[in-house]
Structures are given as C-alpha cells and as structure tokens.
C-alpha cells in the first residue's frame, strides 16, 4: 500500500507575528491544553473506549523549546526583534536601501524622469477632469511620489492624481471652490490611514473581479462622455451621461468648429503613436536601439501632443481661434494646514433661495451633507491602487495593509500643498515597470520634476488648447474599458453577470460612488449566501463485518453562523427521513476546520433533539480545535455526546449502540446487480444527490445511481429513472 509521507514546515495563521503569551506564563498542569486531555479521557470512558490504542489519541503538541524556530508564527519572540520586524514592515525604505548601489540609482533616475514627463500633461488634464484650476493637478503630483519612497511596498506604484479620483473628486465637489477638494484629500488621508493601521488591507479581497471590471468600464466610459465638453468647445453644468447628452444637443450651436477640428487631430495622433510599436513592428523585431526609439515615443505621446500644440497655438497667438488653459499661477503652494472651514458664495453652488448669501464650509459640515464621500474615496483609492499593484507585482506578494498606510500618509502629507485626493495611477505605473526601474528611488527623481515644472514651465503652459487635454483624457481612459469581460463571464459564470451588470449599469447612469458601493454589497451577499449554503451529502452506509448500519452525512465546509440554521434544518431531516428516526446518524467532519460558537451550539441543540428520542448522533473526525469549543459547550450544559476520531472506534462505537441486521447484501462489482434479500421500503429509499452503499471490508462508499437492485424474483432497475429525474432537475449523474 502507497503512504503519503509528510513533513511538517510551517503553518500560516492570519495576522502579524507577536511574542507568545507562554513566554511569559508557562504551560501548568491545569492550562486549557490538558484539561482538554483530562476531559478527552472521560469522555472515552463513556463510551468504553479506553482500551484503544494511545497512538490514535489527540495529544497536546506543546513543546517548551518550539518556540526557538523562528520560522514558526505565535512562537517565542524577543520583544526587541518583533519591534524591529515590524518597523521594517512599516518602512521598507530600510530592506533595500543598505544595498542601493549605482546601478539601480542609473535605472531608477531615468525611470524617474520618463514617469515625470508622461505625468506633466496629465496632471494638467486631470486638474481640469476634477473640475478645479490646472494647476491643482500639479499640485497633488509630486508629494506622493516623495513619500511611497519611505512606506511603499512595491517598486513600480506611483501615487498621484488619477482619472478616477479626479472624476470622483468632480462629482462631490463640482461648483464648490478648490478648498473644498483639498479637505477631501486630507479626510481620504486620515481615513485610509486608520485602515491600515487596524489591518483593514484585507478589504480589497472582497472586491471581485466582475465587480472591479465593471466600475473600471463604466468609469472610463464617464471620462470619455464628460469629455466631450473639450472636444466640442462648449461650457455648461452637468455630470451624468443624460445631463451630457441633453447639454450637448441644447448647446449644439456653440460647438466651435477649430476645437472640434484640433481634438479630432489629436485622437487620431495619440492613437497612432500609442500602436506606434505595432505600426513599425518590423523595427522593433530588429532589436536595440530601434525598439528602445520607438517605445520612448510611445510613452512620452502626452508631452509630445501637448508640445506641438503649445508652440503652434503660441506661434499663432490668438486666444479665439480654440479654448487654452490660459494663465498658470507659477511656483510651489507653500505648505498650509488643510482648509478646515471656508466660506462660499450661495450663488456659485446654484442655491437660487439664497442668493448672495455666503455659506460656511467646516468639517462637520462635509461629513454630514457628503458622508458618502468618506466611504467612496477611501475604498475607491484602496481597489484602484491595489489593482495596479497586482497587475505589475508578478510573482510578489502585495501588502496591502501597507500600501493603506502608504496612500493615508501620502493624502495628508498632499492635502498640506493644496492637493486633491490622489492614489497609484495605472499609466505613470505601466511606464514605471517598462522603464526597469529597480527601486521606488525613481519617486525622488518624479516628484522633483514635476516642483521645476511647477516652479518655471507653467507660464509655457498658457496656449495648451483644451481639446488637446480631452484627447488625452479619452485615449488614456478608452483603453481601460474591458469588452471581453461580459462575454467570458456568459461562457463561463453566468451568475457572476449579475454583479458586472448592476456595476455596470448603477456606475454609468446613476453615479460612480453609487455602482461601487451596490457592486461591493452584492460580493458580499453572495459571499454570504454561499457561507449560509453548505454542500450536505446524505450517504446510507454499513460496516460489513458487524452489519451496522448508519447514515453518514457529509460537510464539505467549516460551519459558521450563517449556515447553522441551514446545517440543523437538513441534519432534523436526515434522522426523521433517512434514519427513520433510529439508525445512527454520522456526521463526517472532516472538512470542517473552523467553527464559531454559534455553530457550536447548533450543534448541542442537534444533541439534545437526538438525546430526546434516543437516536444516536456521532461526530466523526472531527478536528482538536473544533472538538475544544464543541466539548466545553457539552460539558457546561451536560449534554452527553458521542466523537469518533478514526474508521476503527467509529465501527467500535456502532457495533454497541446498533443490532447486527440479518440481511444479506452481495456486490458483483460497478454496473452489476446489487442483491438484497428480506429488504423492506426503507433500504431502497435513496438520497438522489449521492446514493451509495458501503463495499464489503472498508468505508469506501460506492454510487448506486447506475446499479440494479434484485428483489426476490424481480428486477428494480433505477439507473434509468435517476438518469431521466437527474435529466430533468438539470443534474448530471
């Protein structure tokens, strides 16, 4: 017989590493591990089950010196060590800076500086996207970059101002003046902070891939449509997609024929130099320098564009012919506490029963007229920044608890120059990683860039056209949209449309924050209703050799509060149905590695149903740590109870509690004829999920869904009717 040897190596438990609490009190006679013995003893006892073999026992692991391995987690750790651990988790700066050499600054110094070009334009483009100066977007772009240097845990993040964040920011604080932006990034900061630091990064994971592809499509497509306000040369109020479409067709007269004329140029030139490298395909298969040449083209299309349209339209020197950016305040926002109250005209929101009136802004103020926006944009800047990381992280494992603490810290620290909220961005990303850059060195060398740029290029910045700007914004955005995503998950899924459509759907029409928030509650609910839907297998067994015979039902999971009810529901029915109310119930707990008290107590509530009308219930392989919590819950209400950890004492077990049955059972193999005699009703009644049977000398239960069973002179074959009943439910035998 082939044995499956194993080695013990580690074992992984959710939540950081910290000292031992029996490195302080040591283990007595009288600790939770051996009065789990004693009572595991007494509970043998009361089934005469003394005389089985010690091996087969639970015995208590604890081992005074385990605690020396430093690869094991709740061990023996120094004080000292667990702080120095955790502050090199907390500030990675300190794992690859000793050994930062020439080279790596060389790669990171030029990734830097392409990440910096690419960002110049598009922070010009998302200041205006979010609805305040162009200048603010260059604002919210170099401090990020400064401080994911320090707390970041990847190399190819960077943290900046982003579409979505600016078309978030737009639709809370559109009419409202910059300041009102500016607190919104110091609140995203604080709150996102105080994730992290309660070990909240676990929260992305219940971001499913539907749900994140349908909030990226349906954002991309709201950047595009809000941005045909650029591209035609036209102003006017409005946010949704029907407020776009019906602002545009009222305003249809004012399209300005050189804005159209220049935007449509700039698509078609963006998009070529962004295919540029399939375009000259045969180049690049040649190898260096021509690939090189035409990927730094490809990337840097932002600053090219707006390049070329700058000197033209300054050459030109008229300010009529196409909407510019117009005149950039020059030099760095001195650092400034975030403004906590501010004061605003009535009149600029649109409140026309007060006009004139001045309206003061405070915290509390936001917190209770936009709340929402306090749960939106931190959960927002958490799935946008993880995606990105996932996507360039490879084979590394991503902290996202620390990138929480990285992005909190990165907002506050922003919000102090007069940022708006920002997070890791995917295009500066995607150049970061194909730039080599090797450490988050490359950061430094960004955010100095975009300080010269604010310092002396923004009066150059004067006749960028803002068609330019929406083109950008649309080709950046346009590719983000994921068109494949309903049709693998129509060939695939079919449930999981559900969550990509009312994202979808709830995102484009009704708003970004609320399509998110809905996508997010239905992950959840069917994440719940799965944890509330356990798989139960109901088996009619029989031991061979003693002729008990037993009902075993099958847990494929752990039981948890929400499947307790579901759990008792089905196991009342097996022992009234399928036990008629006598045979022994097993329930195989093999699968089940974790239980909540709550599960624990379904469970007595079982036992004292069960103990009621004298039907024995049996708990079989159950695991030690689950046995604990069921145990003391029996032993507090004195419930008596019955557990078998292995095949021998569960066929000990029943061979006291069952009378040997006088029928006879002959099994000729798979496909053959299964012969009972003096057999009444009740052994042909069958669980049409499993049917099975036990073979001759073993547990192995064997299906009987193609089986014909032999009844003194007649034939009952039930492989056909099984077939056509599964047929028809739309199950497969």
């Known amino acids: 017989m082939c044995v499956m040897e194993k080695q013990y190596l580690h074992e992984y438990t959710p939540g950081p ?7 302080i009190l040591p283990m007595s006679a009288t600790s939770p591990g051996n009065l789990f013995l004693q009572h595991f003893h007494s509970q043998l006892s009361s089934v005469g089950l003394d005389d089985l073999p010690t091996s087969e026992l639970p015995t208590n692991n604890y081992n005074p010196n385990h605690g020396s391995s430093d690869d094991d987690l709740n061990t023996n ?8 651990k955790q502050a090199r988790r907390i500030c990675p700066v300190t794992k690859w800076l000793p050994n930062y050499n020439a080279r790596k600054c060389l790669h990171d110094s030029m990734a830097g500086f392409l990440v910096g070009l690419t960002l110049i334009p ?8 979010a609805g305040l100066p162009p200048r603010y977007g260059l604002f919210s772009s170099f401090m990020g970059c400064f401080v994911y240097v320090f707390l970041g845990s990847t190399n190819y993040i960077t943290i900046g101002p982003t579409a979505i964040m600016s078309i978030m920011t737009w639709t809370y604080g559109q009419d409202k003046p910059p300041e009102y932006a500016v607190l919104l990034a110091f609140l995203t900061g604080v709150i996102t902070l105080s994730m992290g630091i309660m070990q909240l990064g676990f929260i992305v994971n219940f971001i499913s891939i539907p749900v994140a592809s349908g909030f990226t499509s349906a954002a991309a497509l709201t950047i595009c449509y809000t941005q045909t306000k650029a591209l035609l040369g036209i102003d006017f109020t409005g946010i949704s997609l029907i407020e776009v479409a019906t602002g545009s067709v009222k305003h249809i007269r004012e399209i300005g024929e050189w804005d159209v004329i220049v935007g449509s140029i700039c698509l078609v030139v963006l998009l070529v130099l962004r295919k540029l490298e399939r375009i000259f395909s045969c180049l690049v298969k040649r190898g260096r320098p021509w690939n090189k040449i035409i990927w730094l083209i490809s990337v840097s299309k932002g600053i090219i564009v707006t390049t070329v349209c700058t000197i033209i339209f300054s050459a030109i020197g008229s300010e009529e012919i196409v909407g510019i950016l117009g005149f950039i305040v020059p030099g760095i926002p001195s650092p400034t506490l975030p403004p906590f109250s501010f004061e605003i005209n009535s009149t600029a929101i649109g409140d026309s029963s007060k006009p004139g009136q001045i309206i003061t802004y405070t915290v509390w103020k936001l917190i209770r007229e936009d709340g929402s926006a306090l749960l939106v944009l931190p959960f927002l800047a958490l799935m946008q920044h993880s995606l990105n990381a996932k996507q360039f992280a490879g084979s590394k494992s991503i902290d996202s608890t620390q990138e929480l603490i990285a992005i909190g810290v990165s907002n506050i620290f922003a919000s102090f120059f007069s ?3 920002i997070t890791g961005g995917f295009p500066c990303t995607g150049v970061n990683a194909a730039s080599g850059v090797e450490t988050p060195m490359g950061g430094i060398v960004t955010g100095i860039l975009m300080l010269l740029s604010l310092q002396f290029l923004t009066p150059y910045f004067y006749y960028i056209p803002k068609p330019a700007i929406g083109a950008m914004n649309i080709i950046s955005a346009i590719f983000t949209i994921d068109f494949m995503m309903p049709r693998r998950l129509w060939r695939c899924k079919k449930m999981d449309l559900i969550p990509w459509l009312a994202t979808f759907s709830v995102s484009l029409f009704a708003g970004l924050q609320y399509g998110v928030l809905l996508g997010f509650l239905i992950s959840v609910l069917f994440l719940l209703y799965w944890a509330a839907s356990p798989k139960i297998r109901v088996n009619r067994c029989k031991f061979s050799q003693n002729g ?9 999971r752990s039981l948890t509060f929400p499947s307790t009810e579901y759990m008792r529901t089905v196991l009342m029915k097996c022992g009234d149905k399928w036990a008629s109310g006598r045979l022994p119930v097993v329930i195989d707990c093999f699968h089940m590695h974790f239980a909540d008290y709550t599960a624990a107590q379904g469970i007595l509530e079982l036992y004292k149903v069960f103990n009621a009308r004298a039907q024995p219930l049996i708990l079989f392989r159950l695991k030690p740590s689950v046995k604990r919590i069921v145990t003391e819950l029996m032993v507090m209400d004195d419930i008596s109870h019955i557990s078998c950890q292995t095949q021998l004492k569960l066929e000990k077990v029943l061979k006291t509690l069952c009378v040997p049955s006088q029928r006879g059972i002959s099994i000729k193999g798979r496909d053959q004829v299964l012969q009972v005699t003096s057999t009444e009703e009740q052994d042909l009644s069958i669980d049409c999920e499993s049917p099975s049977i036990i073979y001759p000398g073993n547990t192995t239960r064997q299906h009987i869904a193609r089986m014909s069973f032999t009844l003194g002179d ?3 074959r039930i492989s056909e009717e099984l077939q056509h009943n599964n047929d028809r439910n739309g199950k497969s035998v």
């Not at 590493?17 to 490195?23: C, L």
């Not at 008990?548 to 494929?556: E, G, Y």
């Open 714 to 716: 007649s034939v009952v």
């Open 548 to 556: 008990a015979r037993f009902i075993l039902v099958d847990l494929d």
């Open 419 to 421: 940022s708006m909220p």
């Open 17 to 23: 590493r910290s000292p031992h609490i029996n490195g």
């Open 122 to 129: 598009q922070c010009l483009a998302l200041g205006l996207m």
């Open 77 to 84: 750790v120094p004080f000292h060590e667990y702080c120095t």
